[in-house]
């Protein structure tokens, strides 16, 4: 049986890919692709009469398949169906790095789904607070109650939208600047942020839009965004090299902090970096440049 290590709250997740849990073929591989999160999915992907095949496919997944540095994510059956409680035993028997709870709308939904988790990790000999929770908001409630659910369990690492669901609540569809989902995606996103977990977009389903593909992954950077929903494998390079800080962005942030302790060592609360005005608001900024930067492969540095 593949023994994996725990699991990191945080870490590098630009690209979070679905992939049906049922069908062998796609998932015995799929850390080929290079994506930082696979998310192996038993619930929408799955037809109703083959959710026990799904689960006996994925648990061979689990305990047979080495996925090296990619983190394995379950996408479970909603709370208002008869299948979610074996998902979870699935999944923590398994060892699977993490759960995602569809249509979440309440802090209770997420700890409905943590104390079976903890049922499960003691019934199956795993380390307790091992398995990590993510939420996927896909209602108006669901958005309404963000920081709620953001803030209900320490196993929580972060935090999706999903696009489709969220449209068909509130009658609109797909616009291409993002004006459907704009209040949306901001008030998901100051939740997470406040609750101090991260925060994922939903999936981009046209494949040959490339274009419009770009654009939102920019606006989702912009935006704050820590990575996005995908569900083919090439749509990850464009995620991983829009998402990554510039030459110049690590040269500035390399810069602030080095100068930073200099000045705190010295006494000094405002400094100057390349003829800009710096203070301490600005480094915390700057250091998780540095750490993105250094997750990428950009950075060697010692200063993070």
């Known amino acids: 049986m593949i023994q994996r290590p725990r699991p990191q709250r945080f870490r590098l997740r630009r ?8 069908k062998p073929g796609l998932i015995k591989d799929a850390y080929i692709y290079g994506c930082d999160s696979i998310m192996l999915d038993l619930e929408d992907a799955v ?65 409905t789904v943590e104390a079976a988790v903890e049922a499960a990790e003691r019934e199956f000999g795993v380390e307790v607070g091992r398995t990590l929770l993510m939420a996927a908001l896909e209602s108006p409630k669901g958005i309404l109650n963000a920081y709620e659910i953001c803030s209900a369990s320490e196993r929580m690492f972060g935090v999706a939208i999903s696009g489709g669901d969220f449209r068909k609540c509130m009658q609109t569809r797909f616009q291409p600047d993002g004006v459907d989902m704009l209040a949306a995606r901001g008030q998901m996103l100051l939740a997470a942020r406040a609750a101090g977990i991260q925060c994922f977009d939903t999936v981009f389903t046209d494949l040959d839009d490339n274009e ?93």
């Open 47 to 111: 037809a109703e009469n083959q959710k026990d095949a799904a689960r006996f496919s994925l648990y061979h997944a689990l305990t047979t398949i080495d996925y090296g540095e990619t983190e394995v994510i379950v996408r479970i059956n909603g709370l208002d169906t008869p299948h979610w409680q074996e998902d979870i035993r699935v999944c923590v028997a398994g060892g699977a790095d993490g759960i995602r709870i569809a249509k979440c709308e309440s802090a209770r939904d997420v700890q």
């Open 15 to 22: 690209t979070m890919m679905f992939m049906n849990a049922q």
């Open 212 to 304: 419009g593909f770009e654009a939102e992954v920019r606006q989702n950077k912009a935006m704050g965004f820590d990575g996005k929903s995908l569900i083919n494998p090439k749509q990850i390079r464009l995620v991983h090299e829009l998402f990554a800080p510039t030459a110049k962005e690590v040269r500035q942030a390399e810069a602030m902090v080095s100068a930073f302790r200099e000045a705190a060592a010295a006494g000094v609360g405002v400094f100057t970096v390349n003829g800009k005005m710096v203070d301490a608001a600005f480094i915390p900024g700057a250091e998780r440049t540095l750490r993105l930067a250094k997750a990428c492969g950009m950075y060697e540095g010692d200063l993070v």
